[in-house]
């Protein structure tokens, strides 16, 4: 890395590109990889700006297209966060001091703990707020119902969204300084990795539902299968599925062939009773 790009600083200008692109999580979500393209749309104008050469360029958007889903209103924190780290990467430059790693790692320690309290703010307090005001003028025919309902609801969500980017970024490059003086980039890191799997573990338990009907005997002796994989291992479905989906990852398969296949089985399985 040049001189010229060491030199180089985020500006407000810059930060305020990330907030305006961060809005493009919602419209830019999918099944595979669910935030990630928002999330490197917001990242672009930041890659472009610390990286001269095209090959670190595509380094760093490759790092921000991985599987991620968060709250779209509290995503500016983490955004913030992935600036200044990427930043702290553009000055090591070619030395290679920076472990890249810690970027991803971060980004999904702080997936599950934002992500619970956007949702329940966000969605299941401020929401229902702005509705409850909005549907109670909107009856009695008054105008200013569907315009509270939108004030309720956005001014709080835009300006988290707005004020979150500079924070994230601000302390997050004081929080780095600090931990790069302590010697514990490499702790956070590995915690931060830690955390990941916890929330990754949390969220096959809780969002994957597969359930079998079948019965093993005949009668009032049939003991149902599910009960005992319960018994055995609550869960114990939903991990087998996870785990062979993981494999099949690892193996290079096509995710939308992955997909396809989930759906065909599910379909099929169903209309046999199996699960």
């Given at each position: 890395?040049?001189?010229?790009?060491?030199?180089?600083?985020?500006?407000?200008?810059?930060?305020?590109?990330?907030?305006?692109?961060?809005?493009?999580?919602?419209?830019?979500?999918?099944?595979?990889?669910?935030c990630s393209l928002g999330y490197a749309f917001a990242m672009a104008p930041i890659i472009k700006k610390l990286y001269d050469k095209k090959e670190d360029r595509a380094k760093g958007l490759q790092r921000h297209l991985e599987f991620y889903n968060i709250t779209s209103w509290v995503s500016t924190l983490p955004l913030g966060i992935s600036v200044a780290m990427e930043e702290e990467?553009?000055?090591?430059?070619?030395?290679?001091?920076?472990?890249?790693?810690?970027?991803?790692?971060?980004?999904?320690?702080?997936?599950?703990?934002?992500?619970?309290?956007?949702?329940?703010?966000?969605?299941?307090?401020?929401?229902?707020?702005?509705?409850?005001?909005?549907?109670?003028?909107?009856?009695?025919?008054n105008i200013l119902g569907p315009i509270l309902f939108l004030l309720i609801f956005n001014i709080p969500t835009w300006i988290t969204r707005y004020t979150l980017t500079g924070i994230g970024y601000n302390r997050g490059a004081d929080f780095l300084n600090k931990l790069e003086k302590d010697g514990t980039v490499s702790s956070l890191t590995y915690g931060a990795a830690i955390m990941g799997l916890i929330v990754l573990g949390a969220m096959t338990a809780s969002m994957i539902s597969i359930k079998t009907p079948i019965m093993i005997g005949d009668g009032d002796s049939a003991y149902a299968l599910q009960t005992m994989f319960d018994n055995i291992m609550p869960k114990f479905l939903p991990l087998a599925v996870f785990g062979l989906v993981y494999w099949l990852l690892g193996k290079k398969v096509n995710p939308l062939v992955i997909l396809l296949g989930v759906f065909v089985v599910a379909i099929l399985c169903a209309l046999f009773g199996i699960l």
């Open positions: 890395m040049t001189s010229s790009s060491e030199s180089k600083k985020i500006t407000k200008g810059d930060l305020r590109k990330v907030f305006w692109r961060s809005c493009s999580m919602d419209f830019s979500w999918n099944f595979e990889r669910q990467n553009a000055k090591s430059g070619e030395s290679g001091s920076f472990d890249t790693a810690s970027i991803n790692s971060v980004k999904t320690a702080l997936m599950g703990p934002l992500s619970a309290i956007g949702d329940s703010f966000f969605w299941g307090t401020v929401r229902l707020l702005a509705t409850g005001v909005g549907t109670s003028l909107a009856l009695q025919g």
